[in-house]
């Protein structure tokens, strides 16, 4: 069983930067991948970052110079630096992970989402 908690978010300035973070739990073998997706009102989820066990990195257009995706092992803990927040970042930031269990077993899991709110 796993579970992914999601902090960091909040309201923020134009122009100004959160960090996420995201803890797995539970009984973890071994994380295939992590990411971030987010969706804002009306719109699908989208991938915002996402990083492999291999540290393959991407990143979605739209953020690519503004925003960084990093883990840190030992934690089971992935962070995402948002730098240069614009208004259209605004969303529900969702933590994503592809884990495998001691058992063998692999799933994908969901996190229940933190608020991004970018506003003057």
């Known amino acids: 069983q796993v579970q992914l908690v999601e902090s960091g978010g909040g309201l923020v300035q134009p122009g100004g930067s959160l960090r996420l973070s995201c803890a797995a739990s539970?009984?973890?073998?071994?994380?295939?991948?992590m990411g971030w997706y987010r969706q804002a009102p009306g719109k699908e989820r989208e991938l915002v970052a996402r990083?492999?066990?291999?540290?393959?990195?991407n990143y979605a257009d739209s953020v690519k110079g503004r925003f960084t995706i990093s883990r840190d092992n030992a934690k089971n803990t992935v962070y995402l630096q948002m730098n240069s927040l614009k208004p259209e970042d605004t969303a529900v930031y969702y933590c994503?992970?592809?884990?495998?269990?001691?058992?063998?077993?692999?799933?994908?899991?969901w996190g229940r989402g933190t608020q991004v709110s970018v506003s003057s």
């Open positions: 994503n992970g592809n884990i495998q269990l001691f058992s063998g077993r692999i799933g994908t899991y």
């Open positions: 539970g009984s973890i073998f071994s994380i295939n991948a």
């Open positions: 990083i492999t066990r291999s540290n393959t990195i």
